[in-house]
């Protein structure tokens, strides 16, 4: 803490401190580091008390402070021109066009997924939204991005199950439609799964509405939910740490999402913003009303005054540290004008949603903390200065070690793979494999438990390349032509070989895939999964990642407006692989000229944008056919990639291609069979770029795509191509019952067909 | 044969939004004088002699009950074949 | 489209409806006027037919469409009914015209247990209700996006409903067929997707027709529905 | 202080999905000698002393039970304050 940080002055008289040996311990017990401890005690200038102690270790946990990657995350840059908030608020958010906004964000429950798969992925969702409507904008769409072990294992299957479930069953009641999202399946997340939730709101850009406080004499009410001890201690206590056995007693009550509450919650808080009645609104996420109370009055540089007894219990007993810590789901606190308090009642009752004024803002900085029933006079339960509060967490410079396993991989020689003279036969049962993978099969049974149309805005269903949903704010105001394309990647095995190129794949994949629906990428959110940052081999990978990513935003001028970072994910010891998840927004400007990776017609000309190049590191092939995950990730040429997109973008919004599809796990013999299985017709393939097969087949290559086009279009695409000076090969094309790739692969369209639909299924329902 | 019937109820401090709502209801009806309402599962199951009550303890906490956020307690009711399912004078989930 | 329809629909609104914005978006695209009814209202009176519209009416707590039955709305909505005048419940409000007796049997859970959401074919059958004028045995491609969608009656009412031709739609397969085994998804009874009462002017369905009305989904395959009911209430009303 | 214990289950004959689904489970997980299997509702309500058992009932058929698919029983299992709702035998389950 610097010399001149002024602290304001303490309103308590009297405030019953801790005893000071007691008071460190429980310190250390609830997760702060003796050096944290000595932190609040300096902050506060005396021995805190019991509530004090609470709050602090919440507010300087890592899921609240990001106290290890703050100073990383600076990295990154949230400049653009179309940018209207930045990080820092509940999401960030960007203008659209005609005055349209949208915000959103992508923010992480692995490990409440991992004690009830069911319940923690539904709040998650639930938490998502919150902090988008809070922005003012009504939620349009969601995706997810899912991490799981493989599913021979009784408990992955039932987690996998459980958190599609839980997200279906969250965003389904809530009118949401969930319309996109991935998952991969591999052993490095067996004891830590990932779950990613994504939201996106939309509003007039006149409705941004943030959570700073302002107006001494204001009131703090506290709207939706009741409290109970849900989750306590939640957010420092599960995410703050290694998930292990241990973890697995301190098992505070689970969480319970009410979906139907946070329905009558958006539709209640968008009509008082609408109204004009909120002078700020947060949501309550991690650490419940410790944090959203005292950041709203950091933000605005007030104090704020609450009273635990006002706020509406559901457990009886419960102590004001309870209280101020719960993670109960499905409450916002708002501030309002004194003479609007009775209109907010209104609204809210109509809705049959409670309201109850719990504090007020105050001028003194404060963040004071009452107790009603306590004797008048010593009713204070805490008292602590809110902006150090919430600002004033210690920033972490973690050590940071290159791990040796890096080099080992990346340098092993795999030309043995395409030394291998494989038979045509083989090589055709191989993709058959590959289609069956967890990695790669269609996630039809996935989607089809997500409404994924509700809203009428979905222009592309589920297994498009991007999401697609129409600028509508159906049946309530107006309606566009125009589009906003939404994708969700990373493939956490190439950033595990290596973070930095592995984390521009995320980004450069996102891209590509808005570039087949003819979008530009507008902004990113990420959600940055990685181990203890404790560990410096661990922390290594997420400053490279961080780098890779942020200096790939930065080159293609993409601003990051909003972002979560969890650490800790690692089960006994072992942390996944580094997952920097990235979700990326862009605009359609005419969802009439949309096109999908399916194949149209017979007859079209089938070119690859791009080139196939000899790279099998870290490929599906090599981990389904020899279980291996090693070598380097594919290269990433951010010009090339940049032109490749361009040019496809273009094509597509000038109406010139039948289908695109990006290449990506799998490579171009998956790409293709994706195409054919989709669009019901075969292909008729020459790879002819004098590779070894199994390379040409299945080298995960980037910047590359697959598009088709008919025939008074082949010439225009053609000089396109030249004019960009990007390679292509023109290899083949639609029609026939067959995938066939010229000595390569024959299968018929019927059997990769039935492989591609049933395989998740079937792994799913195995016994 | 034997008749087991279970009950399964969330645990104490889990969140029941189901019986809040369900609460509500009644008291938009006007039945007034509730003071709390929980839903839970009740599950009969019906077996051959060869299944023990320490099979079907085993099928509850595996399968039938969530034990991360639901308890549970199994009642054996009747061991012959006659004896009716739902008798109007059960005892309930008190043994 | 341009001209406004001076048929006016009311789109019923409960806390936790989600598809009341699609029904109106998808009635004022068609041309017709639509506005939202409040569950706590109680004047009908300006409506030429009701919707009653998806989603998770109190979040289909205890069972789907149990509590919003009790809606001050719904009394009214019976006495419409009884009036003979036109009622459509689309999924959730499927649910809550069987809870409220409207209409006869019940939906229960999937049968894989499952939600699903995807687009199914459905039969049009020989029927009673005004809600569709379409020759018997076309097929229709309509959404669907519920968990509770089983239809489920006693053999009595099942023949009853064949008997008064009250069976609407059924689902099917591409060509119109059924397999033996059953079409339904959910596992629905008979093939069940939508039934009316025996006089043809209360309907519910579990697809999503107002999903198909418009350019962005593709298809406007359940315009049909909101036309057929529009044209009878211009007959009603002598226009 | 009364304490209600509701039970709602499928009627005869009415196909039980959950209960169905539950039945395949065990059997996969290897249990056998499993005859039948439902899953039905356990309602658990308390009120005050006001409420009569004959008004619980109508919640049963108004609310809490549909008839056209579900049949119910009541049972009034303790009536005074002291009478704690928990007992050992089925310890947890009830709070
Ligand atoms: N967890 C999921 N939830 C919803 N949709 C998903 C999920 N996983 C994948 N999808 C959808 O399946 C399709 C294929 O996903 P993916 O293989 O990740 O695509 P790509 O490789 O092009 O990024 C996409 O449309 C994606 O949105
Ligand atoms: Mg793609």
Redesign the interface.
Same mark, same amino acid.
């Given at each position: 803490m610097s010399e001149d940080t002024k602290i304001p002055t303490p309103v308590a008289d009297s405030i019953e401190t801790l005893d000071p040996e007691l008071a460190a311990q429980v310190a250390i017990q609830l997760g702060l580091t003796a050096e944290e401890y000595q932190g609040v005690i300096d902050v506060q200038g005396r021995v805190p008390s019991l509530t004090e102690l609470y709050i602090y270790s919440l507010m300087w946990s890592e899921h609240c402070s990001y106290k290890h990657s703050k100073k990383q995350l600076r990295n990154f840059s949230s400049e653009g021109e179309h940018v209207l908030q930045g990080p820092g608020e509940n999401a960030g958010v960007i203008s659209v066009g005609d005055g349209w906004a949208v915000a959103f964000k992508m923010e992480s429950h692995n490990h409440p997924s991992a004690i009830e798969p069911y319940e923690g992925a539904a709040t998650g969702v639930g938490g998502i939204i919150r902090d988008i409507f809070t922005m003012g904008a009504r939620p349009i769409a969601c995706m997810d991005s899912l991490r799981f072990g493989t599913l021979d294992k009784p408990r992955q299957r039932y987690l996998f199950e459980g958190a599609v479930a839980g997200i279906g069953g969250y965003g389904n009641c809530l009118g949401v439609p969930t319309v996109g999202g991935e998952v991969y399946f591999e052993e490095a997340y067996e004891g830590n799964c990932l779950i990613n939730a994504f939201a996106i709101g939309l509003m007039r850009e006149e409705n941004i509405t943030r959570a700073v406080g302002s107006g001494p004499g204001n009131l703090v009410v506290l709207i939706g939910s009741s409290t109970g001890r849900d989750g306590i201690g939640g957010a420092s206590v599960l995410a703050s740490q290694e998930f292990d056995e241990a973890a697995e007693n301190k098992r505070p009550a689970v969480q319970v999402g009410d979906p139907f509450e946070e329905k009558l919650l958006i539709e209640v808080c968008l009509e008082l913003l609408k109204r004009g009645l909120f002078v700020a609104l947060g949501d309550l996420g991690a650490a419940g009303l410790t944090s959203s109370a005292s950041e709203m009055a950091s933000r605005g540089g007030v104090g704020i005054d609450i009273d635990v007894r006002k706020v509406p219990q559901r457990e009886s007993a419960m102590q004001p540290f309870e209280i101020m810590v719960s993670e109960s789901q499905e409450r916002m606190l708002a501030v309002v004008k004194p003479e609007d308090f009775a209109a907010v009642e209104q609204v809210c009752k109509r809705w049959s949603v409670a309201c109850t004024a719990i504090g007020t803002i105050t001028d003194t900085g404060r963040f004071v903390v009452r107790d009603s029933s306590l004797t008048a006079g010593n009713d204070i339960v805490a008292d602590m200065p809110a902006e150090m509060l919430a600002t004033s967490a210690p920033e972490y410079d973690p050590p940071m070690l290159r791990p040796a396993y890096l080099d080992e991989l990346q340098s092993e020689d795999l030309s043995w793979l395409s030394r291998e003279n494989k038979s045509a036969a083989v090589l055709s049962d191989e993709l058959l494999s590959l289609l069956a993978s967890a990695n790669i099969c269609s996630r039809e049974w996935i989607w089809r438990q997500y409404d994924h149309q509700v809203q009428s805005n979905t222009v592309l269903l589920p297994g498009a390349d991007a999401a697609v949903v129409r600028i509508s704010d159906t049946g309530r105001g107006g309606s566009t032509n125009r589009g906003l394309a939404m994708s969700t990647d990373c493939n956490g095995r190439y950033c595990y070989l290596d973070p930095y190129v592995g984390a521009q794949i995320a980004l450069a994949e996102s891209a590509r895939n808005l570039a087949c629906v003819g979008a530009a990428p507008s902004a990113i959110t990420d959600c940055l999964n990685f181990g203890n940052p404790e560990k410096p081999e661990v922390f290594y990978t997420f400053h490279k990642a961080i780098l890779g990513l942020s200096d790939a935003c930065k080159y293609y001028g993409i601003p990051v407006i909003s972002g979560n970072v969890s650490f800790y994910n690692e089960s006994f010891g072992n942390a996944i692989y580094p997952t920097p998840a990235v979700g990326m927004v862009g605009v359609v400007d005419d969802i009439s000229q949309v096109v999908t990776g399916a194949f149209k017609q017979q007859g079209d000309t089938i070119i690859l944008v791009g080139q196939t190049e000899d790279e099998l590191g870290g490929s599906e092939y090599l981990k389904v056919m020899y279980d291996k995950v090693t070598g380097s990730p594919p290269a990433l040429d951010l010009e090339l990639e940049g032109d490749v997109q361009k040019v496809v973008r273009e094509a597509v919004r000038d109406g010139i291609l039948q289908s695109a599809h990006d290449c990506s796990e799998g490579g171009i013999a998956v790409t293709l069979a994706e195409c054919c299985i989709v669009g019901g017709i075969g292909a008729q393939i020459d790879l002819d770029d004098e590779l070894p097969a199994v390379t040409s087949l299945f080298s995960e290559s980037q910047s590359r795509i697959v598009v088709s086009v008919n025939d008074e279009q082949v010439n225009e695409l053609i000089n396109r191509l030249q004019q960009a000076q990007v390679p292509y090969s023109v290899i083949g094309e639609t029609g026939g019952d067959n995938l066939s790739i010229e000595g390569k692969i024959e299968l018929s369209l019927v059997k990769i067909t039935e492989v591609y639909r049933e395989s998740l299924e079937q792994l799913v329902k195995q016994r | %044969?034997k008749q087991y019937k279970i009950?399964?109820?969330g645990?104490?401090?889990?969140?029941?939004?189901?019986?809040?709502?369900?609460r509500?209801?009644?008291d938009?009806?006007g039945?007034?004088?509730?003071?709390?309402?929980?839903?839970?599962?009740?599950?009969?199951?019906?077996?051959?002699d060869?299944?023990s009550a320490e099979?079907v303890k085993? %099928?509850c906490e595996?399968?039938?009950a969530?034990p991360?956020?639901e308890?549970?307690?199994i009642d054996e009711t009747a061991t012959s074949a006659t004896s009716e399912?739902?008798?109007?004078?059960?005892?309930?989930?008190?043994? | 489209m341009s001209r406004v329809d001076e048929v006016r629909f009311g789109v019923v609104t409960f806390p936790g409806s989600n598809c009341e914005q699609d029904a109106v978006h998808a009635l004022r695209h068609l041309g017709y006027r639509a506005d939202y009814v409040w569950h706590q209202d109680t004047n009908l009176n300006d409506y030429d037919a009701l919707v009653l519209p998806g989603g998770f009416s109190y979040g289909d707590y205890l069972r789907c469409g149990a509590v919003a039955r009790f809606s001050p709305v719904m009394s009214e909505v019976v006495r419409y009914a009884e009036a003979g005048r036109p009622v459509i419940g689309i999924c959730n409000g499927f649910q809550v015209l069987t809870e409220a007796h409207l209409l006869p049997g019940a939906l229960i859970r999937n049968k894989g247990l499952k939600f699903l959401c995807q687009t199914v074919h459905l039969r049009v059958e020989q029927s009673v209700c005004k809600w569709l004028d379409l020759p018997t045995g076309i097929v229709l491609d309509i959404p669907i996006s519920h968990n509770e969608g089983n239809y489920i009656c006693d053999d009595d009412t099942l023949a009853r409903l064949q008997e008064n031709g009250q069976i609407v739609v059924r689902y099917c397969e591409p060509d119109g067929s059924r397999l033996p085994q059953g079409s339904a998804p959910n596992g629905a009874l008979d093939d069940i997707a939508g039934i009316c009462n025996p006089r043809g002017n209360v309907f519910g369905l579990m697809p999503h027709p107002e999903r198909v009305t418009d350019a962005v989904s593709g298809s406007n395959a359940g315009s049909v529905f909101f036309t057929a009911i529009a044209t009878y209430a211009r007959e009603v009303a002598g226009r």
């Open positions: - | %044969m009950f399964v109820t645990k104490q401090g889990i969140f029941d939004p189901a019986g809040e709502t369900a509500h209801a009644l938009n009806l039945y007034t004088g509730i003071e709390s309402l929980q839903i839970g599962k009740y599950i009969q199951l019906t077996t051959d060869s299944v099979a085993q %099928m595996k399968l039938l969530n991360v956020i308890d549970f307690s399912i739902a008798e109007k004078t059960n005892a309930g989930a008190d043994e | -």
